[in-house]
């Protein structure tokens, strides 16, 4: 999650300075101020920068000679945030110098808030593959039930194996179907030949032809 916001400004003298940050308290080491600048090197581009207690993404902008730089947390990853870097990038080319000072808490809160967004689908998605998994193991353990019940014929049992399965070998089946190998030749046999199933030579195996 994003902890802050600040822009660096060339001085003739200092080199780059903080210009503007939010919050206020907003802690920025003077090496890594001077490291931005110097990398950015009076050019428009994008640069992530990670180090031991350090991570943000920067733009430099070079109508207005300044750095936006949002600040990100350890685990955060900056190519998440040039998306939004951009458009904050847009804005400022808008701003005068007293507009720009009000609408960086602004452009602050419009991170904090495009970051909940993307936790908020990831964690929706989760839930959902968990969900989804759960369920797989239930059709499986049903599946598995069924197919061990004595009152499905061959045919039934061949079916639903390949219902869960993507393939099965012949030996798949005989350690799941008790009946003659034989019987259950035949069977696939007669589902093949009537285009239920199909028969894959090269991997010796069966699946549902769906």
Excluded: C
């Excluded at 109508?63 to 936006?68: A, G, H, S």
């Excluded at 900056?78 to 009000?102: T, V, W």
């Excluded at 070998?169 to 190998?181: A, L, M, N």
């Amino acid at each position: 999650m994003p902890n802050g916001i600040f822009l660096i400004q060339w001085d003739e003298v200092e080199g780059g300075i903080v210009y503007l940050k939010y919050p206020e308290n907003l802690e920025i080491p003077t090496p890594v101020v001077q490291q931005i600048t110097i990398s950015h090197n009076f050019t428009e581009s994008y640069i992530i920068t990670e180090e031991k207690d350090w991570n943000s993404v920067s733009y430099y902008n070079e109508n207005k000679e300044i750095i936006v730089v949002l600040v990100l947390s350890r685990y955060d990853d900056g190519n998440d945030y040039l998306e939004i870097l951009e458009k904050f990038n847009d804005e400022i080319d808008k701003l005068s110098e007293q507009k720009l000072k009000e609408n960086l808490e602004t452009m602050f809160h419009i991170s904090l808030d495009a970051f909940r967004t993307t936790d908020e689908v990831i964690t929706k998605l989760s839930n959902e593959v968990a969900y989804l998994k759960t369920r797989e193991y239930d059709f499986e353990v049903k599946f598995d039930f069924i197919t061990k019940s004595n009152h499905l014929s061959v045919k039934s049992k061949i079916l639903f194996l390949l219902a869960i399965n993507e393939s099965a070998t012949i030996e798949d089946f005989e350690k799941v179907i008790k009946t003659s190998k034989r019987w259950l030749s035949n069977v696939l046999e007669t589902l093949v030949k009537n285009q239920v199933v199909g028969y894959d030579p090269n991997k010796n195996t069966y699946f549902l032809k769906v």
